[in-house]
């Protein structure tokens, strides 16, 4: 499968936890974002990385929030200190870098903070 | 106000019916425009993807984008019960790669 895999797909947690995503985005794709996507909404734009440069986080970005890239390949979606509002599905997207901006989306996971 | 508005719908047509969906925005700063089709649970998955205004055709779908309007829609052919799903309209400006996605509208196609 030559897609965006994310991992976990499910991923239930306690209100306090730390919790960890992985995204592997399409092989040589150097743009990957985040977005993050709660029920009857569209996805929201949380930040995007080319290659292993963070180059914008949205202001829903809060602190307890972190991403990183480190080899331009894979990316982590760190978030410490979970509250109830940060249930939502965790999406990832990459695209080619080129003048298009055609991005492809993973399955996404879906975070619940009991 | 929203940057991107969507009727969330939801939509209910019969089978082999023409499915119209659209969307307007108000940043005059897009220039690109996506449409996605999420099935429940799913991560969303690009259908047409056009660059600024006109027209785009691909099988049973045809995009359209109006950018004097700041308005675009999106036309399903011959409706099948697969078709059934959320349909997201993306867009982005010129210099800006994030997407700024309308709500969704909800179709299902009755068989």
């Known amino acids: 499968d030559t897609g965006v895999s994310q991992n976990p797909r499910h991923k239930i947690t306690k209100r306090g936890q730390n919790v960890t995503f992985r995204c592997d985005p399409i092989?040589?794709?150097?743009?990957l974002y985040w977005y993050r996507q709660t029920l009857g909404q569209g996805p929201e734009f949380l930040t995007y990385?080319?290659?292993?440069?963070?180059?914008?986080k949205s202001r829903l970005l809060s602190d307890r929030f972190s991403a990183e890239r480190p080899k331009g390949s894979f990316s982590t979606l760190e978030i410490q200190r979970t509250e109830q509002g940060d249930s939502a599905m965790y999406l990832c997207?990459?695209?080619?870098?080129?003048?298009?901006?055609?991005?492809?989306f993973g399955p996404g996971t879906r975070l619940t903070v009991l | 106000q929203k940057e991107v508005e969507q009727d969330p719908g939801p939509l209910s047509v019969p089978e082999g019916a023409i499915v119209s969906l659209n969307c307007t925005y108000s940043n005059s700063a897009f220039q690109y425009f996506m449409w996605y089709r999420q099935y429940s649970r799913k991560g969303p998955e690009l259908l047409m993807y056009?660059?600024?205004?006109g027209n785009k055709e691909d099988g049973r779908f045809t995009a359209q984008v109006d950018k004097s309007s700041k308005y675009i829609s999106l036309f399903i052919r011959d409706s099948q019960p697969s078709d059934s799903a959320t349909y997201l309209c993306a867009m982005s400006a010129g210099n800006d790669y994030k997407l700024s996605f309308g709500a969704g509208t909800t179709v299902t196609v009755r068989a």
């Open positions: 990385f080319q290659n292993e440069a963070q180059l914008e």
């Open positions: 056009t660059y600024s205004s």
């Open positions: 092989s040589e794709h150097n743009r």
């Open positions: 997207a990459s695209s080619p870098g080129t003048s298009y901006n055609e991005q492809f």
